[in-house]
Structure formats: C-alpha cells, structure tokens
C-alpha cells in the first residue's frame, strides 16, 4: 500500500511538469486553432536557455525562468507572427506541416550547435528529496506542482478578470463575432501564441535541474503533452490540467506494475482510444475534434 | 436529355494503340526522366552515386505511396513508416528463421502491412486533421515500443541482421548496381499504382472525399470504404519498399525502422514536389535527397543536424511561398511547354456517351414511403411525425416558411439524418421496401439530393465535379466523362466545363448541384431550393429542364421559395410549418387552405380574407 502512495504522488509530481507543458498547447489550440507540433521544441529552446544561463552566469534555472519565459513569449510570437499568421486560412494539412517543419528545423539546429551530447545544470537543493510521513518527495517536483495549480489559477484570473483576457476569451469562441466587436483579433493570436510559450519557457526553467538537454528532449515531452490534451478535452486548460495529472499517474503505476519500456505504450493506447471513443475529451470539458 | 441507348461498336472506341501513345510527348519525356536515374549512376560508376539513387529510388518510391493517402485522400499519416517498418521486419524474421526468400517475404510484409493499414484507417479517419496526424504517430510510436520490448523476437534495440547470402534468391549483392535495378523496379511499381488510382474512379472519389465529405456522400461515394483502399495499397507497397531497404542495409534496429522523422521526410518530399500530383513525390525527392546527401559528403560529421535542418526550413519555406508544391504551381506551365515538343497537343477523342439506366415501373404508384418522421435537436422538434407517400414519376412542391424543417425532411429522405422515430422506405423495382443504412446507401438505391448550400468540389472542373455523380452507374472513366458531358449540356454547363467549379458565380453553382445530381442517373431526385440566386432567364431554363426530367421518369421532389416557379411546375404540393405537414394536394387547393396563409401571412391576413 505504501509503494502504491508513494507512486500515487510520484505521478501527481510527475504530472505537474506536464499540466504546465500541456496548459501552454492548450492555449495556442484552443484560441489560435493551430496544433503546434513544435510545442516540444519550444521547450527545448528554453532548456537550452537556462543551461546557457547557468553555464555563462551561473544563474539558477528558477532565477532565470524569468528571462526563459519573456524570450519564449517573444519567441512564440514571432512564430505566430511570421509562420502561423500567414497560413491561418490555408487549408489545415499546410498548417501542420508548417510547425513540422519548424520542430525538424529547430530540433536539428540545436543537433548543429550543441551536438547530441547531454547538458545539464549544476546540481543543487531541488535535486534534494525530503521525507513527510514516510514518503519522499523531490524538492523541485514539489516546486513544479505549486508553480501548475499558481498557473492554472493565474490563467483563469486572468481570462475571466481582465479585458484582455475576455477578448481572448471572446476570439476562442468565435473568431468573427470578435472580429466585429472591434477585438484585433491578429494581435489576440500574437499573444496567445506568445502565451502559449511563455508556458513552455516556465516548465523549461523548472525541468532543467532535474532532466539534462538533448536536441530531442522536446519529442519525448510533446508527445505526452498531446496525450494529455487529447485527455483533457483539446482546448480546456482546466481539463489540460487534470488530464496531465492522469497521465503522470498513468505513467508512474505503469512504469512499476507493467514494465517501465511499456509504460508510453500504455498512455498512447489511452491517448488512440480517447481520440476515437471519447474526442471530447474523458470529462468531456473540451468540443473535440469537430 | 437525349438519350442514347445505342453504343457504337467497340472498335471505334478503342484509344491510341501503344507504339502511337510512346510518340506523345508526355509519355516519352516522363520516360526519359526516369530512365535518368539508371543511366547517371550507369554511366558514373561510382558507388557513392550509386548509393544516393538507391536512396532517391527508395524515398521516391515511399513518398509516393505516401501520396495515395496523404495527397490524393487528404489524409495526413506522419507515422508511414510504421508500414515500411513491418515489411523489413517481417522480410528479415522471415529469412531467420524459415529461410524464405525476401522475395516471398516482402509480399507476406505487404499483406500484413495492409491489415494493419485498415486497422488503423478504420478507427482513425473519422478524426480531422491533425488530430488524424497525432493518431498515426501514436501508433508508430506504439509498434516503434513494443519492438523494443520484445526483444527476442525483434532483436530490441541492439538490431537484427540480416543473414548474408549473395545473389538474386536473396537480394544481396556486391554489385551496388543490382541494388539500384530492384529500386527503381519499385520505384516504377509505385508510380504506375499512383498514376492508375489517379485516373480511375477511386482516385477522383478521393478527391470527392477529400474536398466534400457530404457531397461525395450524396453521389454515392461511401467515404470509409475509399479511403480504406487507399490505405490498404499505400501501406502494401510501403511495406515492399522497406522490405527492399532493409535488405540494402542488411541491419534493422526500431530506431530507423519507425523512425518519426522519417515519416515526416517522406511527408515532406510528397509536399514539396506537389501534394496529390503523380509527379509530384518523385520530383521533390530528386531535389531535395541529392542536397543532403551532398552536403553530409562534403561536410561529414560536423555537419550533424545540418540536412534536418535545411529539410525543416525547405518545409516552412514551402508552406509560406508554395503551398501547391512545384507541380501544384508550374505544372500547367511546364505541360504545356511539353505538348508544345513534336507529336503533342492531342485532344482526347470525344466518346458517345453510354446508355442511360432505363426507369421502369407505372407512373402513380408508390416509390418511396416516409412515415412519422420526427427529428429533435435538443429541445427543438424539426421535424414532428410527417408522413409522406411520393408518386413515382410526379413532381412534388414542399413549401413553408424558413426553419420550418424542409431541410431537416429532406435530409432524412436522403439518409443524411436519421429520424429518432419513424421510417423512410424506397420502394424498389420488386415492390419491396427497402431502407439504407448510410447516406451513400441511399443515393446508390437511386435517391439524389442537392444541397441548399451549395456544395462543388472547388478545386476540380465543372465536368470533374459532374464525373463524381456520372461514376455511380458508370465506372469506367471515358464512359463516366461522356455521361458527365451529356449532363453537362441538359444543364447548360458545358461552355465552361473545364472551369474550376469553385470560381462559379452563385447561379453557375446552383446548376452544378443539379447536374452533379442528375449524373447519378436518380429514380427520385431531391432538389432543395435550386431555384435560389438564378437570374429570371435561369429561373425559366430550370424549370425547363425539371419538366425535361420529369419526361424520363425520374420523380422530382423540389423545397422552392419561388412561388410561381414551383406552383407552375408541381403536380401536388406539401407545406410545412413548425415541423408539422400542415396541408397536402395539387397547388390551386393548397393556396386557398386558410392553414397555409396563416403561416405565411398571418392570422390577421386569413381572416381579413374571410377564410
């Protein structure tokens, strides 16, 4: 019973890391309507951020998340700006394979600069693990865990309390409706896109004490993150959030009860069997696929 | 329409025999084309140019076999070398351990690979887009695992090699250039599959699929079934490929076996040379695989990344600047600079179009009984317990204010809804009642039905779009555009029939859902406020035409605002108001019944005309 809570909790952890990547592609699909398939390399970018940070400052990953996460607002940005813009009423499979070829691009850029050797960060107290109650728990796994209830919540204060936040609101719900109450509806997906980012840049800065970076980082974590999307119902952050939880638990009872090489097959199977059964997600908080 | 019941002798009809077809230049320059990639490496001799046409032959072939889902059914697998995948392994567990020839082997990978193309296809088509994407690269990722798991069997990570016998028996040669043979054999074998599915039925019923669900639906197309096929030969011949490179490579590991970014290259190549385009896949393969290969020997090792990189920038290039890809952009240009070489520039010769299925039965009975239906969405009742007998050979007028549920019926009487109560039977020839289960079903029993909004395949000609009705009774492709060419000219669509349907005005539009319809050769057609957006002169044409329609037998349901139009025109009129059949008979009763100038003008107006 121990090893069982001892996983339960491994898993919520673990899935904290992923609410926080998931909540980012949310975002960007539920109010741009894009399926960004370079969300992963975005969070290779900001990895390799932070180790630059690290190595040439001596900067913490959680002092430089702040940095981390305006350049990936800038950064997503300016993809929505110059890549994603100009397509948005191209037809769908060009879209796709617009953020294909920037995650081949991207993953491939970093393969040219760093090679494919492993980077990581000093090591320091969040490595650490404390003991409550019997069961240990890592310091930065915790950190991760308040940083994605903070997000989620700062998300939802933020789109129900502010006008921006309304307007983006407004635009995920009807693009042309918004577009004649007078809402730039460009300048909505610039920033959400850069949002959407941003979101990346935050989990980037807390992932990076505890994983070293390759160029293919980004593969093995977006891959997960469209599971739990999928899971949560595609464009509810809310859903995203309780979804990655899953996932995470998912991942951690698999990993010890089944085999851990088996434990992805395990959540893919979830992930085909949800798209084909259930597409609007398991709590059925998302529209699906349409 | 004419008809024409006598077809002229076979002879007359046969195409230009094969020696003339060689002087086309079409044919000979994309026969020179290709014979270049055995020739430069011939002549060369050298085993590493040897080496990079192997590996155009194999992605060529693989990209295009990609096509045939991703470009021509829209579908865009990024997991295909799933496929590839099971061919080479299959092939090399084969030879391990039973000692079967690759040969036999690659076919055994091909059948296998189909299944599981169709095990896939099946759950998977119903998602859209990316989300179509996301689930192929699931699976790969599911298949690319469990390889590893098991690794007794597959060899896990370390690899499997494949046992070295020389000679043709098992595909392994010292000779480089019996290599190159064999891939561009397959090279071949995937573009004659493509250019064939291309010019027959299921490639335009593809596109149909493709570019209109529900409107290839109503011409009969069953959308899974095309699709699957599509599947199926892609995953087949994918699977033969990867057969061949694993023998090429002698060793197989999961990593490149189902590798992601593999399938996203052959992806890309299909992208870059055209999407859906038979040329397409092969050109974009030859322009983009000899500049990898080419930077990775000049630069070795220390360009690591540097040919993903360029393949992921060529990609968003493309995407922002071509997204026809270069056949989709200059290929029309480039035609014509080839037809303009000795011996081109041949017009197709025009065929009689073939007999018309003839309609039999005695004008009056009943053809086609709904009864009760009721249709809710939500709390809405769109429909509530109508029943309805058609005539065989009259034409009905349906009239009632707008969002009273003329469509909704019409949509159930086509098998594009179905009723939560009540039934719709076509009576067939027998006198037996019959009830389709799918909306295809319904149109293939001789129901066609026109869309309100209109619904043109945009991107293919007028004659195209009427060839996707014509295919129903007609599936051979000549027979199917002679068809489509006689409807073409009941309708008046012929002076522009080669006109991308999708730049019509409204009325030229209104016509081709009629004739896309009337090309399915109906018993009962379906026609919802066709009338809509035509000119005075159109207006007359059509009604014209319905009468001409009605003279062959075919009965004509018509939903119509234009009141003088359909009260002309029908033998009975129905109304419908608020879901409810509110009144029924022939038009001069029906204008009188105080129920019908209620829901038209009001309370007030039916009394002040004392009714």
Known sequence: MDVFIQLLINGILLGSMYAIISVGLTLIFGIVRVVNFAHGEFLMVGMYGAYLLAAKFGLHPYVSAIPIVLLLFAFGALVQRFIIQPLLSAEEHIQIFATVGLSTALMNLALMIFGADLYSVPPSAVQHSINIGGFTLVIGQIVMFVCALALVAGLHLFMQSTPLGRAIRATAQNRNAALLMGVRVDRIYVIAFGLGAACVGLASALVMPLYPVTPTIGTYFVLTAFVVVVLGGMRSMYGAFFGAMIIGIVDSLSGYYIAPDLKEVVYFVIFILILIFKPTGLFGLGRGTE | ?611
């Not at chain 2, 002087?23 to 320059?29: A, G």
């Not at chain 2, 590991?253 to 397409?280: D, H």
């Not at chain 2, 076509?426 to 037996?432: E, S």
């Open chain 2, 1 to 611: 329409m004419t008809v024409k019941a006598t077809s002229a002798p076979a002879a007359h009809q046969k195409g230009p025999g094969l020696l003339s077809g060689l002087t086309n230049p079409r044919v000979y320059c994309a026969l020179i084309a290709l014979a270049l990639l055995l020739i430069i490496p011939m002549v060369s001799g050298s085993p590493f140019v040897v080496h990079v046409f192997v590996t155009i032959c194999v992605f060529a072939a693989l990209s295009t076999a990609w096509n045939i889902v991703g470009g021509y059914a829209g579908q865009l697998s990024l997991g295909h070398m799933v496929f590839y995948g099971i061919g080479g392994y299959t092939t090399a567990l084969l030879i391990t351990h039973f000692g079967l020839t690759p040969w036999l082997g690659m076919l055994v990978g091909a059948a296998l690979a189909a299944i599981v193309g169709l095990a896939i296809g099946y759950p998977c088509f119903r998602l859209r887009g990316p989300f179509f994407s996301l689930a192929t690269i699931a699976f790969l990722e599911v298949v690319r695992l469990l390889s590893i798991h098991f690794h007794e069997v597959t060899g896990g990570s370390a690899g499997l090699i494949v046992p070295l016998k020389l000679g043709w028996a098992w595909m392994i040669f010292r000779d480089k250039m019996n290599y190159l043979y064999i891939a561009f054999g397959l090279l071949l074998l995937c573009i004659a599959v493509s250019y064939l599915i291309r010019n027959s039925r299921l490639g335009f019923y593809l596109t149909a699929v493709r570019e209109r669900d529900p409107a290839a639906l109503a011409a009969g197309v069953n959308n899974t079934a095309v699709k699957l096929q599509a599947i199926a030969i892609s995953a087949a011949l994918t699977a033969l490929v990867g057969a061949f490179h694993a023998m090429y490579m002698t060793f197989l590991e999961p990593a490149t076996m189902f590798s992601l970014a593999t399938s996203i290259e052959i992806a890309m190549f299909s992208l870059i040379g055209g999407l859906g385009t038979v040329a397409g896949p092969l050109l974009g393969t030859v322009l983009v695989v000899p500049l990898a290969e080419l930077a990775r020997g000049w630069l070795g090792a220390s360009a690591n990344g540097l040919h993903g990189f360029v393949y992921g920038t060529v990609l968003v290039i493309i995407t922002l600047t071509l997204p026809g890809g270069l056949v989709g952009t200059f290929g029309k240009r480039v035609g014509r600079w080839i037809d303009a070489l000795p011996g081109g520039g041949r017009v197709a010769l025009v065929r009689e179009a073939p007999a018309l299925t003839a309609i039999t039965g005695a004008p009056g009975e009943p053809i086609l009984i709904a009864k009760n239906l009721t249709k809710t969405f939500g709390g809405l009742v769109a429909t509530d317990n109508i029943s309805l007998t058609l005539k065989r050979g009259e034409i009905l007028g349906i009239i009632g204010p707008n969002g009273a549920g003329k469509t909704t019926f019409f949509n159930q009487l086509s098998g594009f809804l179905h009723p939560n109560s009540g039934t719709v039977s076509i009576i067939g020839p027998d006198g037996v009642g019959a009830t389709p289960t799918s909306a295809d079903g319904f149109a293939r029993m001789g129901i066609g039905r026109t869309f309100q909004i209109v619904q043109p395949f945009g991107k293919l000609t007028v004659l195209e779009n009427i060839m996707i009705g014509a295919f129903l009774r007609h599936p051979k492709v000549e027979d199917a555009r002679a068809a489509a060419l006689r409807v073409a000219k009941v309708v008046g669509l012929d002076d522009v029939k080669d006109v991308e349907a999708g730049t019509l005005p409204i009325g030229g539009l209104k016509r081709l859902e009629v004739a896309r319809t009337l090309a399915t050769e109906p018993n009962i057609l379906l026609l919802d406020e066709v009338m809509a957006g035509q000119s005075q002169a159109d207006t007359q044409r059509m009604v014209q035409l319905i009468r001409t329609i009605r003279e062959h037998g075919v009965t004509v349901v018509a939903i119509e605002h234009n009141m003088q139009a359909i009260m002309s025109l029908s033998d009975r009129i129905a109304v419908i108001d608020s879901g409810k059949l509110i009144a029924e008979g022939p038009p001069q009763e029906v204008v009188r019944d105080r129920r019908v100038i209620e829901a038209y003008l009001g309370e007030d107006y039916a009394d002040a005309q004392g009714l």
